[in-house]
């Protein structure tokens, strides 16, 4: 009896028309069996690509040659590798077929697109080819993703990005025997064309100056030179880290994440006025008019709820710095909007997985759904021609175009 794959339902929303979905997972087959076909010959010959223990073990990898697969969605062509001594048989795709079944589709799918547990996949191969695969293989094979994914995260960036958004996704991760809460955090940059790019993640317990120093690091080792504008939640130690690698960068406390920390601390029927009147600060015209709403927020609420007022205030030149800029910049700054609909869709992509076993599993299912959304976004920010000449006037030489 075959085993039916978990895919949730509103998965299959993100296709625009079959040919969007065909074009999907012919990709997503493809780099599947390429991956298989390594961890297989690594399987075959007992040590990885280039590691020492390949020395003198009386074989080693020969390169490897296209071979076109037949499949549901159509052709594709995949990189069979050779060993020297002629020995290397792939099961995969076996000599001489060139007829890619529906089983083997149904596991690239399992293990590329769902993050699929061992015993699934396990489960999945005993169908297929009907033999007994332990742990270790199939950890070997949904290993070789890890190379793509530092390959990724290693890879060269633009010099200046006009803004970034900075948020975190929290997952739950099994360590030491017991499951703890830890966070991978993204960071969405804005390009000079107006495109949207996912420049990496990290994992992390918690937040600190330390961290984001690295987080920061990292991306100018990969050749940012400068971040215009950023846009956060109230990110423990990030306004000092950024100072530190990027003095000249703006940042913007999310509007929505203090309106969101502010009702924490409003009984429920008065939310619906506090909430208003909140309203009346941050979609207030200048910023003097912002001051005076706050002025009016402090006297009505500043007694029943204090925190909340103080924390407006203490918070208050970080929020207010989208009012230095036209209202299309604002839209997009003041807010951490877009991270947030990343994050929505890899929770989507990774719900199947409640529990993970440990890091890099959860860094390969991010990953992977990273992979799928950004495979929609194919157009610029709405608006980006009149947004790209604010910006131009704003910071003129900083944004380094050449008009």
């Known amino acids: 009896m075959k085993k039916k794959l978990n895919i949730p339902k509103d998965f299959w929303k993100d296709f625009k028309d079959r040919k969007d979905f065909d074009e999907f997972f012919n990709e997503l087959f493809k780099e599947g069996i390429n991956q298989m076909?390594?961890?297989?010959?690594?399987?075959?010959?007992?040590?990885?690509?280039?590691?020492?223990?390949?020395?003198?073990?009386?074989?080693?990898?020969?390169?490897?040659?296209?071979?076109?697969?037949?499949?549901?969605?159509?052709?594709?062509?995949?990189?069979?590798?050779?060993?020297?001594?002629g020995e290397y048989d792939p099961k995969v795709v076996p000599k001489h077929e060139r007829r890619l079944s529906d089983e083997i589709a149904q596991v690239i799918i399992g293990l590329y697109s769902r993050g699929m547990s061992t015993s699934d996949i396990q489960?999945?191969?005993?169908?297929?080819?009907?033999?007994?695969?332990?742990?270790?293989?199939?950890?070997?094979?949904?290993?070789?993703?890890?190379?793509?994914?530092?390959?990724w995260q290693s890879r060269p960036l633009e010099e200046v990005y006009f803004v970034v958004w900075m948020d975190g996704i929290s997952i739950k991760i099994r360590h030491n025997g017991k499951i703890i809460n830890k966070t991978i955090y993204l960071v969405v940059g804005l390009s000079q064309d107006g495109m949207k790019q996912?420049?990496?993640?990290?994992?992390?317990?918690?937040?600190?100056a330390s961290f984001w120093m690295n987080v920061l690091t990292d991306l100018k080792a990969r050749g940012v030179e400068d971040i215009l504008i950023a846009s956060t939640d109230n990110l423990a130690g990030f306004t000092d880290a950024i100072v530190s690698?990027?003095?000249?960068?703006?940042?913007q406390l999310c509007v929505v994440h203090q309106v969101r920390n502010s009702l924490r601390y409003v009984v429920w029927k008065e939310k619906k006025e506090f909430t208003a009147d909140m309203k009346q600060i941050y979609?207030?015209?200048?910023?003097?008019?912002?001051?005076?709403?706050?002025?009016?927020?402090?006297?009505?609420?500043?007694?029943?709820?204090?925190?909340?007022?103080?924390?407006?205030?203490?918070?208050?030149?970080r929020l207010t710095q989208f009012f230095d800029y036209p209202l299309e910049i604002r839209k997009i700054v003041y807010t951490t909007n877009i991270i947030e609909s990343l994050n929505s869709g890899i929770r989507k992509y990774t719900k199947t997985k409640t529990i993970f076993p440990h890091d890099q599993a959860a860094l390969?299912?991010?990953?992977?759904?990273?992979?799928?959304?950004?495979?929609?976004?194919?157009?610029?920010?709405?608006?980006?021609?009149?947004?790209?000449?604010?910006?131009?006037i704003k910071f003129e030489d900083r944004c380094r175009i050449s008009i």
């Open 37 to 85: 076909l390594k961890a297989e010959m690594t399987d075959h010959l007992g040590y990885e690509k280039h590691s020492k223990e390949g020395d003198n073990s009386g074989n080693s990898r020969n390169g490897d040659y296209t071979k076109t697969l037949k499949t549901n969605l159509g052709d594709i062509t995949v990189n069979v590798p050779r060993d020297r001594n």
């Open 123 to 151: 489960q999945q191969i005993q169908q297929i080819y009907g033999v007994q695969v332990d742990a270790s293989s199939v950890s070997n094979i949904t290993n070789t993703l890890i190379d793509s994914i530092k390959e």
């Open 364 to 392: 390969k299912a991010v990953y992977l759904a990273i992979g799928n959304i950004e495979k929609k976004w194919t157009m610029p920010i709405r608006n980006w021609g009149m947004i790209l000449q604010q910006f131009l």
């Open 283 to 317: 979609q207030a015209p200048t910023l003097e008019a912002a001051e005076h709403a706050l002025a009016n927020f402090e006297k009505k609420w500043g007694v029943k709820y204090a925190y909340a007022v103080r924390s407006w205030k203490n918070n208050w030149e």
């Open 198 to 208: 996912v420049l990496g993640m990290w994992v992390a317990p918690t937040e600190s």
């Open 245 to 251: 690698v990027f003095p000249q960068t703006v940042t």
